[in-house]
Structure formats: C-alpha cells, structure tokens
C-alpha cells in the first residue's frame, strides 16, 4: 500500500514537471531549471516502479532460543 502511494506521488511529481516543462519550451520559465526537474522526477518514477517487481529473496526461517 505505501509502494503506491510513493508511485502515485513520482506520478504526480513527473507531471508537474512536466507541465513545467512545457512552460519551458514556449520560454516563460527557464529551459536550464525545468529540465533537469523532469529528468528526476521521471527517474525517481522508473526507479520506484522497477522497485515494485524486484525479488527481495526467500523468507528466512530464524531459531528462537
């Protein structure tokens, strides 16, 4: 549950900068600042949604003393 909220959240962060970005492009903000913007948020995104199918390994059975 908390996995998605953070998606929801790098969704919503890429979509932004990326509205930013466009005001980048018609030149009303600087291009400079706007894209490295979507670069991050756009990497955070992949990063969290590669993080969703990644194999975290076996449960591990522990002895109790």
Do not use: C, D, E, Y
């Not at 953070?6 to 930013?20: E, G, M, Q």
């Not at 990644?54 to 591990?60: E, L």
């Amino acid at each position: 549950m908390k996995q998605r909220i953070v998606l929801s959240l790098w969704a919503a962060a890429s979509t932004a900068a990326f509205i930013l970005n466009l005001l980048g492009l018609m030149q009303l903000l600087p291009l400079w600042a706007t894209m490295p913007l979507l670069f991050l948020s756009l990497l955070g995104l992949a990063a969290t949604w590669n993080r969703r199918h990644q194999f975290r390994g076996f449960p591990s059975k522990r002895m109790r003393l």
